[in-house]
């Protein structure tokens, strides 16, 4: 699913919103939680999982064009776990 395609639902099921403020609801959601990613904060959502920020260390690893080695930097990158309620409703669909 799209970022549209979330708005469309939206607006399918909300006859009172209109299509401006349907994406402004999804951009609120989306900026909301890039934000809280960003200040280091876990974002949870119930039935549906987890994102959090994971640390990753610096390492080394090699060019596959000409095998010389280079080092990676540490950095941080999102991380998603599933919630147990979505993990149920995609092994049992």
């Known amino acids: 699913m799209t970022k549209s395609e979330l708005v469309e639902k939206l607006l399918s099921e909300n006859s009172v919103l209109t299509r401006k403020d349907s994406e402004m609801v999804v951009d609120i959601v989306f900026d909301s939680m890039r934000n809280a990613l960003k200040n280091g904060e876990k974002v949870e959502i119930r039935g549906f999982g987890s994102f959090t920020i994971r640390e990753r260390s610096s390492r080394e690893a090699r060019n596959p ?9 540490s950095k941080k990158t999102p991380f998603f776990k599933t919630g147990k309620e979505l993990r149920e409703r995609v092994n049992n669909s």
Do not use: C
């Open 65 to 73: 064009k000409n095998g010389q080695v280079v080092n990676i930097p």
